[in-house]
């Protein structure tokens, strides 16, 4: 079919052409005939994931779901905890829409309007948040389906609309941080509110389950009396998007009209500065940014030293980086709720504390790690200076590890207060979770900008895979230790294993 | 007699990607010289120059910087080598007084012999007022200059620039140009490689054509017209004809 160049189909088609590349390298890692092997493993996952959905609600809808409140508080909450991710997504792709360069210039520069464009890439950020969330929701929603009937499939229809919204709301945000303080500090303003509004949610009814329930389940909120007590009525507007997703056929158009027609006049109203304001977008990187101190003598230093200042003169001076960094600590904030809240009375809760900060140590690691070993903005100066390869690696080790124990050591002399013998147990889970993450990246090394921190997970799903694993089996091990349980040998065991299958699988040096 | 060593004597090297890349190259530069390699795109002048700085493995073959085996004594030759490349690798986060603060110390040069060395590079290549600036918001030119001044910074004997004014405006590239004059005058040993032919002609005393991973022609600007056979014509005559002999012979062969 010909399309006539510049139109709006023809815009759509450009960018879905470039999307469904994108996501074929992102899934393969550039390895097109890795594509059959990457469909079995989805499909595999897909089951499992099936199956876990299958075993957290299949009884209560088994049991039968009315419109009753203590169902519409647990279908909004799940609903607002989706909603939060979409956001968080949205957000951080609006930003990219004005000012990632790759072909924007081409296309600013060229007579095509940009307002078509814009339609095009909102309508794209609409598709994949709509995408991710329904891949993340598609276990619970098919199970809801298969015992309740399939009603509850028009909770995709719900998803597609709160994925409209929340795309809507995200230029909303975003063309009010350029009015409000500028292109120059927007984009990192609109990357932390994504990243906060991520884990707002999740963090924050997890902190009310601690202080109110003392425990770190948010269910444990969702089905609490009090809170389905103090619900408004069964007939209130508020429940407008459950009653859709139960299959509500009223509620779910009126839901689906309100959410398309804002995201329709947001496009159409905000479409008409896009160029503009991508243009003001892309003067900040000419910007001049003058050290605040003023210039000391240069200091003595061993090149581990050099090496090592260098790293953190780096993370702090990226104020993205230290966002990306401080969003993997929030996540750290329950934990040390519940242990402000237990301090003293018991030292049953460690056991669940624990594994978080052994899982956090492990996620952290791992991203500081890409940082200092792949990220490396000039990687031929290093290369070429007169130090063992091996120094370079372990200056970079020190550099990552230092900033892990910087974070975590308060919490572990809180518990080292509270049990010397757990505050072993933490550090020994740490020291591992941190270390296998390190030694993953360290397998898998790629030569990258350090702006691609982003995207790391793309440079093998092996790697990203292995080191979820291993920090997760080794949080295990960790809260079976804490608990004096002998069994903590198998996730150990388990961990091992799945290092020995990373290094096997690292990529051969040319 | 004493035989001068030579900054860089490299034999018989080899490298292959998926086709070879470097094939038996022999090359000696005299210590104190400055040398230009020049070549067609993909003919093999990064490649070689990667391997004596040490950012590539050789498959076969020996390089010696001033007497040391880069291969066996990496370390010790990495101490007087500097390498730049054409696109300029420094951190946008680091001013340029600090880059070249992390410089000195993986070179490990004393921090105040280092610091005044930086301040007099910094106000030889006119980066004096833009010191304490991040480097995030420099243009190419001058960012290729801050490069250079990490690359001059720990006093190498052997200075290899991989295509150095590759998108420098005339005053900039007049700059490069003089601060790499006065280090050979010094007795510094500069390896460069250019596609601009004229920086070659004024610049080099002695000028390598390198096609295919080979050695095919070397000399003075005389020597090359003699072996070119094209008497009283500039150097890219001379390189485009060496070059299109090579093909032929090639095709030939």
């Known amino acids: 079919m010909t399309v006539r160049p510049a139109t709006t189909l023809w815009f759509a088609r450009h960018e879905i052409n470039l999307a469904f590349r994108d996501w074929v390298s992102m899934m393969t890692a550039g390895k097109r005939h890795r594509q059959s092997t990457i469909v079995i493993i989805l499909l595999i996952a897909a089951g499992i994931l099936h199956l876990i959905a299958n075993a957290i609600i299949g009884p209560w809808v088994s049991s039968g779901v009315g419109i009753d409140k203590p169902t519409l508080v647990m279908l909004t909450g799940s609903g607002l905890l989706f909603f939060s991710l979409m956001m968080s997504q949205a957000m951080e792709s609006v930003t990219r829409a004005y000012y990632a360069r790759s072909d924007l210039d081409l296309i600013l520069s060229s007579p095509a309007s940009s307002n078509r464009l814009f339609a095009v890439r909102t309508g794209a950020i609409t598709l994949t948040t709509i995408a991710l969330s329904s891949l993340l929701a598609s276990p619970f929603i098919n199970m809801l389906a298969f015992h309740g009937g399939a009603k509850w499939l028009s909770a995709y229809l719900v998803l597609a609309g709160l994925g409209g919204f929340a795309t809507s709301l995200s230029v909303i945000l975003t063309l009010t941080l350029f009015k409000t303080i500028g292109p120059q500090k927007t984009r990192l303003a609109a990357q932390i509110v994504a990243a906060i509004v991520g884990a707002t949610f999740i963090i924050g009814i997890q902190t009310v389950a601690i202080i109110a329930y003392n425990s770190i389940s948010r269910f444990s909120v969702l089905q609490s009396p009090e809170l389905i007590t103090m619900a408004p009525n069964i007939e209130s507007l508020v429940w407008l998007p459950a009653k859709a997703a139960i299959g509500e056929m009223r509620e779910l158009l009126i839901f689906l009209s309100i959410c398309f027609a804002t995201l329709g006049m947001v496009i159409i109203r905000s479409s008409k500065s896009f160029g503009r304001l991508a243009t003001e977008a892309a003067g900040i990187s000419e910007r001049k940014i003058e050290n605040a101190s003023a210039p000391r003598a240069f200091k003595k230093m061993t090149t581990r030293q050099a090496l090592r200042s260098k790293e953190w003169a780096l993370l702090r001076r990226d104020p993205w980086l230290v966002s990306q960094t401080l969003m993997q600590i929030l996540y750290l904030l329950p934990p040390a709720v519940l242990m402000w809240i237990n301090f003293g009375e018991s030292t049953s809760a460690l056991v669940i504390v624990i594994p978080v900060l052994v899982m956090s140590a492990g996620q952290l690691a791992g991203g500081l790690a890409w940082l200092a070993i792949s990220g490396e903005d000039a990687p031929d100066l290093v290369a070429t200076a007169p130090i063992q390869p091996r120094s370079i690696l372990i200056a970079k080790i020190e550099a990552i590890l230092s900033v892990i124990g910087m974070i975590l050591l308060p919490l572990v002399i809180t518990i080292a207060f509270i049990s010397p013998y757990f505050a072993l147990v933490t550090i020994i889970g740490v020291a591992l979770s941190a270390g296998s993450a390190t030694a993953i990246q360290l397998w898998f090394r790629v030569q990258a900008k350090r702006t691609m921190f982003r995207r790391r997970q793309v440079s093998s799903r092996t790697a990203t895979l292995a080191e979820a694993f291993s920090s997760i089996m080794w949080a295990g091990m960790a809260a079976l230790l804490a608990a004096q349980y002998t069994l903590f040998i198998a996730p150990a065991l388990f961990a091992v294993a799945v290092l020995a299958f990373a290094r096997m699988m690292r990529p051969k040096p040319e | ?253």
């Not at chain 2, 040398?35 to 002048?45: D, W």
């Not at chain 2, 085996?69 to 340029?96: C, F, G, H």
């Not at chain 2, 918001?137 to 290729?144: E, L, W």
């Not at chain 2, 003089?178 to 070659?200: C, F, S, Y």
């Open chain 2, 1 to 253: 007699m004493t035989q001068q060593i030579l900054a860089l004597d490299i034999n018989g090297l080899e490298k292959c990607f998926d086709r070879p890349a470097v094939s038996g190259l022999d090359l000696q530069v005299k210590g104190g010289e400055f040398y230009a390699l020049l070549g067609p795109n993909g003919a093999g002048k990064t490649t070689t120059l990667r391997m004596v700085a040490g950012l590539l493995q050789p498959d076969a073959g020996s390089i010696s910087v001033f007497g040391i085996d880069a291969r066996l004594n990496q370390v010790e030759a990495k101490s007087i080598v500097a390498w730049v490349s054409d696109e300029p690798m420094i951190y946008d986060k680091l001013t340029p007084l600090e880059y070249l603060e992390f410089i000195s110390g993986l070179w490990q040069i004393d921090a105040n012999e280092a610091e005044a060395r930086s301040l007099e590079l910094l106000g030889w290549l006119g980066l004096t007022p833009h010191m304490n600036e991040r480097c995030g918001g420099f243009s190419k030119g001058m960012r290729q200059k801050v490069a250079l001044a990490g690359a001059l910074v720990h006093d190498p004997k052997l200075i290899i620039l991989d295509e150095p004014l590759t998108g420098l405006d005339a005053g900039s590239a007049r700059q490069v140009k003089d601060v790499l004059l006065n280090r050979v005058k010094e007795g510094v040993t500069v390896i460069m490689t250019t596609h601009i032919l004229e920086v070659a002609e004024r610049m080099a005393e002695r000028i390598g054509v390198i096609a295919d991973g080979r050695l095919i022609a070397e000399g003075t600007l005389e020597e090359l017209r003699q072996q070119s056979g094209q008497n009283e014509t500039n150097l890219e005559e001379i390189f485009l004809s060496l070059v299109a002999d090579h093909q032929d012979e090639a095709k030939a062969a």
